[in-house]
């Protein structure tokens, strides 16, 4: 269990370092040519192409098992840390209450990158179901 949750944390650091960067790409260039939905519709691809990379190379590295039990305590902590930063970001960093972090997610794009985040942490599961197959 201890080798899951720490996969989870290694996992939720590096995609959300990797995250951040795409964010202000598509914030400052991409966003001003092309519009925030077609933005996020660019981005998502890319990062969940990225989590699912991160995530097969940090099971391998920290031995996250071929059970099913580890890898949800690995997806779920990393998506449960996630959403504690970005509402952590929301408040600390652009002056956002909590309650109009989550009403925000009414908006298409916010709905879409949470749907993104939720694949985020069921990648590890995932590549148990691929592999599997």
């Given at each position: 269990?201890?080798?899951a949750l720490r996969a989870g944390i290694a996992y939720f650091a590096v995609v959300f370092a990797a995250g951040f960067v795409l964010g202000v790409l598509r914030i400052l260039v991409v966003i001003p040519k092309l519009?925030?939905?077609t933005?996020?519709?660019i981005e998502l691809p890319v990062?969940?192409?990225l989590s699912w990379?991160?995530?097969?190379w940090l099971t391998a590295r920290f031995g996250v098992g071929g059970t099913m039990g580890p890898r949800l305590v690995?997806?779920?902590v990393?998506?449960?840390?996630l959403m504690v930063a970005e509402a952590g970001m929301a408040v600390l960093l652009f002056g956002r209450s909590l309650s109009q972090h989550f009403a925000g997610y009414?908006?298409?794009t916010a709905l879409i990158g949470l749907l993104g985040q939720i694949v985020f942490g069921l990648i590890p599961v995932m590549q148990l179901w691929v592999s599997r197959k």
């Amino acid at each position: 269990m201890q080798t899951a949750l720490r996969a989870g944390i290694a996992y939720f650091a590096v995609v959300f370092a990797a995250g951040f960067v795409l964010g202000v790409l598509r914030i400052l260039v991409v966003i001003p040519k092309l519009g925030e939905l077609t933005a996020v519709l660019i981005e998502l691809p890319v990062i969940l192409a990225l989590s699912w990379w991160v995530s097969r190379w940090l099971t391998a590295r920290f031995g996250v098992g071929g059970t099913m039990g580890p890898r949800l305590v690995m997806g779920a902590v990393a998506f449960g840390v996630l959403m504690v930063a970005e509402a952590g970001m929301a408040v600390l960093l652009f002056g956002r209450s909590l309650s109009q972090h989550f009403a925000g997610y009414r908006e298409m794009t916010a709905l879409i990158g949470l749907l993104g985040q939720i694949v985020f942490g069921l990648i590890p599961v995932m590549q148990l179901w691929v592999s599997r197959k």
